[in-house]
């Protein structure tokens, strides 16, 4: 609202649903000012212009009235006349800004400056114009396109010298130069003027589209495909309608017939154009008449009925056609302090459904629109197109709706997602693969907002349409899988599970630089982020503000974090919320833990939970029975023996059974594992060697040093027992005392050993230990720990 002797603006925000009936309706927004304000005078508030964009939620947002302090107003040159000339154009990807276009004033040259990145131009027209219009609009590949028509006084007896023309200047989103101009049409036809121009992206077809009016005073028929009868010096009134691409390249141009003085011409968001013929009220000669013209992608008449011929709009006339096919015109101002709009629903114009997209050039997705029960975890989106496309450059957006708000999933461009694995287009159909992690909340609700320029057709390589954010909706199913409602949940059970995320260098600098309360709050916000990001209920993510070193990067620093159990069988238990959570961190440059303060996590560590006996079961289920087996077998053996001959030293089995397992497996060690790890291999091959060759020296000296009578019989008698033993005895030198156990009362294993040879076996376990035993932990521990980063 602006009162015309004030430099004083209301700004007054209509907000209109998204979605209306494509039939004809109609709705009166009437607003009432405060009466007494110092800016209201003795006239009617005037309603001076509509201006709209599609809100983030996917609402209509009208703009009615607005100042910004751009600069002085323009004057038509050699005049004190102003005139309205400013066009505020937003880009057709709303965070890439806006352009502002305006004439210079006192001159025949514009200019224009692109926000947010301010960026301005001139460009100058040298011809001698007698008429001139022109337009600015948001091109599909995400810049500019000034439009311009105009008819020149240039004297030729050339008959094919064009003499009027519509010409484009294709501004690149930040451009700095001044392109040069296209040609789209020209004429050679003099006496020709043009009244209207507008242009806008084809919402049905390929491109861009501008239709334009002319008049022509003749005293023969204009040159068209539309046969007209014309009296000498009659005033005829012809519409063009070019059809074109991002790059200049010319589509296709029709020919209009349509006799209408005085009018508006529209394209319409859901196909065809609109014709507004304007006629000043003879009743009170401060209102308009407006009467409408609605025309199909053919270019045919459509049969309509509005619900009011004529609308008396303002002495303005002031209108708008809204993304949703609603057309908005300001009634007439009859009181001191109230103004109304007028809004209708048009008829949709083309042979296509939207099928509530918004976008005709799809004919079907999945999930589909409106979908109530998708399932959870599913991670593949289709969207079918009704002609064939290619991958371009920009985003396929992920959102979930809450009553908080809408909290972003997943981001793919389609410039650099994988084409190979997750990005991959069949002719007419785009496939996407998606996070598990995405859909993972019951009766969730999700919308997909996909960029114009996200794809691109394939014939013409101009970017597509894409879709508007609560446009293509839907809901996840109410129930996790195998859950069952009538289950007693009493008796429900979830572990909870302990693990950790590892800051990056820049989030562990921040991190050490903060006071202690700086640290607890930066560990609150965390997991509150996490609880909406994962998402999961409050209260069941918790730091306990434990942070330590990482010893693998030394480096880094690790935050301790716990997830507790679910407390229902319909909720994420611990440990799908642990895969939720390392799927995101892995991925956070296409997730929203690249936003606040998680976007300091490593998302190569992800979330590593701590190791319990459960998981390292399960990951060696085969080694633990193998063992579990083996010392059964060991101690089945040792009880028989017990029991057959309780005299002999059967504890010598138990030993038997331990070297031969520890042997064995670090012999394996070696030969698999060691080899991997370069730097172990030599140790570890050192420590198996050295400490055999020892065992078996000590064992043949005490065979061969040992003196008494009674045992050089025995050796004489069991001389290959005795060396079979020995050469056990290579693995543990404790094994010796087998000659000397007398296990079932055999004689064989019944050696008369002296106090001296049993104290060098003794001493020889001790070396071993220090030799085998603790070198073979370390080796083993350390290979364990490198395995397991």
Not at 214 to 239: D, H, M, R
Not at 656 to 667: K, N
């Amino acid at each position: 609202m602006m009162a015309l002797n004030y430099k004083l603006v209301f700004i007054t925000i209509i907000i209109l649903l998204a979605i209306l009936p494509t039939s004809f309706t109609q709705n009166i927004f009437t607003y009432t000012e405060e009466l007494y304000q110092t800016n209201l005078t003795s006239y009617p508030p005037r309603v001076l212009y509509l201006r709209h964009y599609s809100g983030s939620e996917g609402a209509v947002v009208v703009h009615i009235g607005r100042k910004l302090n751009f600069g002085p107003s323009y004057l038509i040159p050699n005049t004190t006349t102003w005139y309205p000339n400013e066009f505020v154009v937003n880009n057709i990807i709303p965070e890439k800004g806006f352009l502002r276009l305006s004439a210079i004033s006192g001159t025949r040259n514009f200019e224009w400056s692109q926000y947010s990145h301010l960026m301005t131009s001139t460009r100058h027209n040298d011809d001698a114009f007698t008429s001139f219009q022109l337009t600015v609009f948001a091109t599909l590949d995400g810049g500019y396109a000034v439009v311009y028509a105009n008819t020149t006084t240039i004297n030729t007896t050339f008959e094919f010298t064009p003499t009027a023309g519509i010409y484009v200047l294709l501004l690149g989103y930040n451009q700095t130069s001044t392109p040069k101009r296209i040609i789209l049409y020209e004429l050679p036809q003099k006496n020709l003027t043009f009244n209207q121009l507008y242009c806008s992206v084809d919402y049905v077809a390929i491109g861009h589209s501008c239709i334009i009016a002319l008049a022509g005073t003749s005293a023969a028929p204009i040159a068209t495909t539309v046969p007209q009868s014309v009296s000498s010096q009659n005033t005829e009134i012809f519409y063009v309608k070019i059809r074109f691409l991002s790059s200049g390249a010319l589509l296709s141009l029709d020919l209009i017939s349509n006799n209408t003085f005085n009018a508006n011409v529209k394209t319409l968001p859901y196909g065809g154009y609109i014709i507004i013929s304007r006629e000043l009220s003879k009743v009170d000669n401060i209102s308009e008449n407006l009467n409408f013209s609605l025309f199909d992608e053919e270019n045919k008449p459509s049969d309509y009925s509005f619900p009011q011929k004529p609308i008396v709009a303002n002495l303005f006339g002031t209108l708008d056609v809204t993304q949703n096919n609603t057309f908005l015109v300001a009634l007439n101002e009859s009181s001191l302090n109230t103004w109304s709009l007028l809004s209708i629903s048009l008829p949709k114009l083309n042979s296509y459904n939207d099928n509530g997209y918004g976008n005709f050039h799809i004919s079907d997705t999945y999930p589909q629109n409106k979908l109530v029960n998708l399932e959870l975890g599913y991670n593949t989106i289709n969207i079918t197109y009704h002609d064939s496309i290619r991958f371009s450059d920009g985003n396929l957006t992920i959102y979930q709706t809450t009553s908080d708000g809408s909290f972003l999933r997943q981001t793919i461009n389609s410039r650099t997602c994988d084409t190979s694995t997750k990005c991959q287009v069949f002719d007419k159909v785009v496939i996407l693969k998606i996070l598990d992690c995405t859909f993972n909340e019951p009766s969730g609700t999700y919308y997909i907002k996909m960029d114009t320029n996200f794809v691109q057709s394939a014939q013409y390589g101009e970017p597509m349409l894409g879709i508007d954010p609560n446009m293509w909706t839907f809901q996840t199913g109410l129930y996790l899988q195998n859950y069952n409602p009538n289950r007693d949940n009493s008796t429900f059970y979830d572990n909870g599970i302990t693990g950790s995320i590892r800051l990056t260098l820049d989030g562990t600098q921040l991190f050490q630089n903060m006071s202690s309360s700086e640290k607890s709050v930066f560990l609150a916000a965390l997991v509150n982020e996490f609880t909406i990001k994962v998402p999961t209920e409050k209260g069941r993510l918790n730091t306990n503000q434990n942070v330590q070193l990482d010893t693998s990067s030394k480096s880094n620093l690790l935050i301790l974090l716990s997830i507790n159990g679910a407390k229902s069988g319909n909720k994420l238990n611990s440990n799908e919320v642990k895969k939720n959570l390392d799927q995101l961190i892995r991925n956070k440059q296409d997730t929203p833990i690249s936003i606040g303060n998680s976007s300091y996590l490593d998302d190569f560590y992800g979330f590593q939970t701590t190791r319990q006996f459960s998981d390292l079961f399960d990951a060696n289920k085969t080694k633990f029975i193998i063992v579990f087996v083996a010392i059964a077998i060991n101690l089945l053996i040792f009880l028989i023996f017990r029991l057959r001959s309780p005299d002999g030293d059967n504890l010598i089995i138990l030993t038997l059974g331990l070297t031969i397992f520890r042997f064995v497996s670090y012999l394996i060690f070696v030969i698999f594992d060691s080899t991997v790890i370069s730097f172990l291999y030599a140790p570890s091959i050192s420590f198996l060697v050295i400490p055999v060759a020892v065992n078996l020296i000590l064992s043949f000296s005490v065979l061969v040093t040992e003196r008494s009578k009674e045992f050089i019989d025995w050796l004489g008698n069991y001389t290959r027992v005795a060396v079979t033993i020995a050469l056990l005895s290579g693995a543990n030198i404790d094994l010796l005392s087998l000659i000397k156990s007398y296990l079932m009362g055999w004689d064989f294993l019944n050696a008369p050993l002296s106090r001296n040879a049993l104290r060098v076996i003794f001493w020889g376990g001790c070396v071993s230990i220090l030799l085998a035993d603790i070198p073979q932990l370390v080796i083993q521990a350390e290979a364990n720990e490198i395995e397991g980063t």
